[in-house]
């Protein structure tokens, strides 16, 4: 994830926008490159020109030398389905599309999304069962490593749940400032300090005036229970 130096996603209409440097971008390529699957929320893929994939040649190389497979799996949260079908995911059918949704996907958007996904998987009743999402993705498509690119429901989401082993997170010198701008992990969050997610810093680096930091997470569940 990448944030304003005030800790925002985006402005306050919550227009995705790119707001960090190329070296941020080349550092997300890099992150997919270590990935089985790259994972994000409808938001984000309707936003226009994301399609989820490793980018240029060189990062799909990386990734054959990593023994991984040339293009990562691509995986879009949405519990309603609310996915535009004109989205640039679905054009460009290098990989995989999986849909991840819940029980409140209608039957009729359900069948539109069969015909445009790979694969659509229903996980939980009113609310995604990330737990069981995670278990299917690992089971069915084999995936160990998943690189989760948000948005803040999904990644608060993720964190409730316990599925978050490392984050990493490119603070950018700008201020958005707005009570309705989103953070990196909104929700309903916690209501004690207690329950906090914990992290252990172990990386950093400066690249101008961007900072790259990564973070372990602590006492974090495994998709497995264990």
Known sequence: MAMTADGKIATANHAVS????????????????TADAVMSGARTVNSGEV????????????????GLAE???RVVVSGSGSIDPRADLFRYRFSP????????LSEGRAKQLRALADAVKICGG???DFREALHWLREKWKVRRLLCEGGSELNASLFEAGLVHELHLTVCPKIFGGRAA????????????????RLSLKG???????LFLRYDVLACKSASGE
């Open 126 to 128: 009113e609310q995604i």
């Open 182 to 197: 989103p953070t990196i992990a909104d929700g309903a969050g916690v209501s004690r300090l207690a329950d906090a997610t």
């Open 204 to 210: 950093m680096k400066r690249a101008g005036d961007e």
């Open 71 to 73: 293009y990562n799996l």
């Open 97 to 104: 599309v999986i849909v991840l949704a819940s029980e409140r």
């Open 18 to 33: 790119t707001f960090t440097s190329r070296r941020d971008f080349e550092h997300l390529l890099e992150l997919r490159a």
């Open 51 to 66: 399609n989820l994939g490793p980018g240029p040649a060189r990062f799909r190389r990386l990734r054959l030398k990593k």
